[in-house]
């Protein structure tokens, strides 16, 4: 038996027979053609360009389907480049000058264009790097689905066709691999290399398959029907698993099963604690068809939609009837009267098409031109969305939320410019809601500290515990060499929760904390005791954190928050924390 550690990107577990996938890249059979054999390479380029758009529109109608559009748009974006010109000009550009074979000028265009990509991306820091890492993975199946219509490869699935179920073992897969999977058919899967925020890693979360990418190599100790196991929740891939560590994990798969339909029973259980207070749950997405979950794992609303999503893999920004069409399939899912809070685009210079004018070499991106900051500097993309939200409050509860506010002069520009845009709607004739209730996120240090004058300014505030976090220590929240010091329970960060939860309540403003720290059952009690009666986590943990709540009274969560707040350090505080759960749900410890 084996057991190598890799990158776990979607939970569960499975056990059962290998897939293995070839390993092989495809092997291009000559560089370059004699010179009258020119033509007929531009033509065969053609006609595989054409093929492979046919099997990206394919791909992007099936995910549109099961997915959602925003999944669709992945290979919406791969059937565009196919099709566009300048594209196209570019490789047959490489094949005339260089007498290339289409296969080498299709690969040799499109690694030249990824190693600009990445060289670029270098000088703007992680968040643009890991930007242009998955870019990358998403070109590289470009590259491959060329080639493969060049060469005659049968296009399309990996994925097995049905019989038994398989644990797919790969050096890499590609979004279009992994599109085509489907829990009925695969049971997990385990790749050597790849990243945490891939879109191969996205769509397996998606999909609820388990699965576990950048393991290094394993492909040569395994062959295609020995028993595996892929562990999503520890990162684990087990080879060859002995009949002691098959049975422990077939006992955690069962385990998991009956979680999973605990969880499901307490969907419709109310989220009021022990004595009768009630805690209102809801759901954090990132992309519209993600409303569902909210409604399946008991989400009383969206308390977060991270629009981020619709700017991704997009050739141009969005326009603004596609921010429409998103948010008001939201409110369609989760129905008329339940809230769905919209926050605006929190991201940096490098994920927006239209900005790469304005990108700039910031020594600290983290620290520079990113979410509300972007958005005050470009004001149509502002005032698109903005538009956008306005409209799709008719609809329902939408309410607009502000990220990254670190003045008091900040919030204000925005709302000034949310009225104008209100004005326009009106001048306009267009339907839109005028009162919608308006909100700003509290996670910069000065904002927490500032919220007893930001309470004046909007209707309810979000804690963005993620950044809070790490502005607060200084601490980058993807570093692991400073994961140490990353820990929500630190008391300088609970200070700060505190401060914003009695300016909330002074000043009457709905408080919600909707960073991770919400939805871990470790932290409940805390934030249940420290005041808060609203909580917006990813769906699926919604209904850990309704067990615990359920298990509580508010008195005794308050005399837990007391004596947290009594303590120095972290570690003291996420003891003193796992010996109370342990006390009162120990099987909600690990
Ligand atoms: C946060 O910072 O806690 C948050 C919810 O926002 P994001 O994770 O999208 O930065
Ligand atoms: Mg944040």
Redesign the pocket.
Known sequence: MEKRRGIPVSPGVAIGPALVLDTEGVRIPHQTVPPDRVEGEVGRLRVALDEAAAAARASRQNLSTRLGAAFGNIFGAQESLFEDPAFRAKIEEQLRANSFSAEYAVSRSIRDFIKRLETTAQKFGPDAVADARRRAGDLYDVERQVLYALLGYPSGSVAPAGGERVVILANDLMPSDTADFSPRTVWAFATESGGPTSHTAILANALEIPAVVGVGRFLTDVSGGDQVIVDGDRGLLILDPDPGTVAEYEERRVALLNRADRFHALRDKPSVTHDGTPIRLLG?IELAHEAAHCAEWGAEGVG?Y?S?FLYLNKAADPTEEEHYEAYKSVVETIGPDKPVVI?TL?LGADKVFSLSALLTTEKNPFLGLRSVRLCLRKLDLFRTQLRAILRAAVAGDVRVMF??ISTVDELRKCKTLLNEVKDDLEDAGVPYKRDVRVGT?I?VPSAALMADVLAREVDFF?????????YTLAAD?NNENVADLYNPADPAVLRLIDGVVRAGRDRGVEVNV????SGEPLYTTLLVGLGLRQLSATPRKLPEVKRVIRHLTVEEAERVAAQVRRLDTARQATNYLRDHLRRILPEAVD
């Open positions: 954090n977060l991270r981020e926050r929190d990220p990254m996120m996670e979000s804690v963005g515990t993620n950044d809070l976090v790490q929240r909707c960073g991770e720290m």
